[in-house]
């Protein structure tokens, strides 16, 4: 069975906002996407506690926070040129290629 690879709104690198979930309201920077599972690991978001068995490599061991992942239907792209969340779609560029571009204002993003 092949897997198929999904196009997401979203990619690395990226700004987000939060639009669902515990942490609404926040914004940060795409750390990486799972396509697999449709999501996201989002810095600053979704911060996770994990406790950590003292062993040879960290024999201080103790507890850690960390970023978890989260769906990316809670996630809007925000916009680089304006700031502002906005809605993605694809449309070919000059040279025939698909760029992915804001629906507020109709540029290409990156």
């Known amino acids: 069975m092949e897997t198929k690879k999904v196009k997401l709104h979203i990619k690395k690198g990226d700004t987000v906002k939060v639009i669902a979930g515990d942490d ?4 940060g920077k795409v750390l990486e996407v799972i396509g ?7 810095e ?3 911060i996770v ?9 960290k024999p201080e061991g103790g507890i850690k926070k960390t970023e ?10 925000v916009d680089p040129a304006s700031g502002k969340t906005t809605r993605v779609g694809r ?5 025939g290629k ?11 993003i990156k």
Request: aromatic share 4%; no cysteine; charged share 25%.
């Open 36 to 42: 697999s599972k449709n999501r996201a690991i989002v």
């Open 49 to 57: 506690t994990k406790h950590q068995k003292p062993s040879a490599g």
């Open 98 to 108: 698909l760029q992915r571009y804001a629906k507020t204002t109709g540029e290409f």
């Open 24 to 27: 609404k309201g926040k914004q």
């Open 44 to 46: 600053g978001v979704n």
């Open 91 to 95: 449309k070919a560029d000059d040279k």
């Open 68 to 77: 978890a992942s989260i769906h990316i239907s809670n996630l809007m792209l």
